[in-house]
């Protein structure tokens, strides 16, 4: 009898323990249906980059004392970097530049050798990272995700003067 007791206690412990769980995962689930991978992402449609904001007006802005907001739509095989009159970034020795940056397409990378800036751009998620070019020069920026067949050629620059 006393065994027999001992198991009903381990068979509702076991229940209870199935609910915890199932909690947990529905919990997380709901998480993750509802709020982006990090508070540095978010979800934007990807057919229509160029009519949200900020990328309806990509290419670098100045948003204070040698602050920029650099604005970038990539798509296979290029970065869009501006208008078409000013498609260069060019910033003074010294600016901070907080990268904005969005795929239309497929998976692209955003590297500049030399610094910690590397990113993955996923369609659909606008990705930020903020570098401060100290050094005067050309900075390459480059896709490191295969992408499809111009994936090598697929770059851009930034020139810090
Ligand atoms: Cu874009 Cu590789």
């Given amino acids: ?20 769980f199932l909690g947990v995962i529905g919990i997380s689930a709901f998480a993750l249906g509802t709020q ?6 978010h979800m934007i449609d990807p057919t229509k980059v160029k009519e949200i904001a900020p ?5 670098i802005h100045q948003v204070g004392r040698k602050e920029y907001e650099a604005v970038i739509i990539s798509f296979a095989f290029g970065y869009t ?4 009159e000013q498609p260069v970034m060019k910033v003074p020795a010294g600016s901070t530049v907080h990268f904005t940056v969005t795929s239309t397409d497929v998976v692209h990378g955003f ?7 590397n ?14 070019f100290k050094e005067k020069g050309e900075y390459l ?3 490191n995700e295969y992408c499809g067949i ?12």
């Fill in 1 to 20: 009898m006393h065994i027999h007791r001992l198991e009903k206690v381990w068979l509702a412990i076991g229940i209870a323990m199935l609910f915890v």
């Fill in 36 to 41: 982006p991978p990090s508070e540095h992402h």
């Fill in 55 to 59: 990328f309806d007006q990509p290419g």
């Fill in 81 to 84: 970097t501006g208008p078409k």
């Fill in 111 to 117: 590297e500049i050798p030399g610094t910690n800036v």
């Fill in 119 to 132: 990113m993955m751009l996923v369609p659909g998620e606008v990705s930020q990272v903020t570098h401060t």
């Fill in 141 to 143: 920026i480059l896709c």
């Fill in 150 to 161: 111009a994936h090598e050629a697929m770059m851009t620059k930034i020139i810090v003067e």
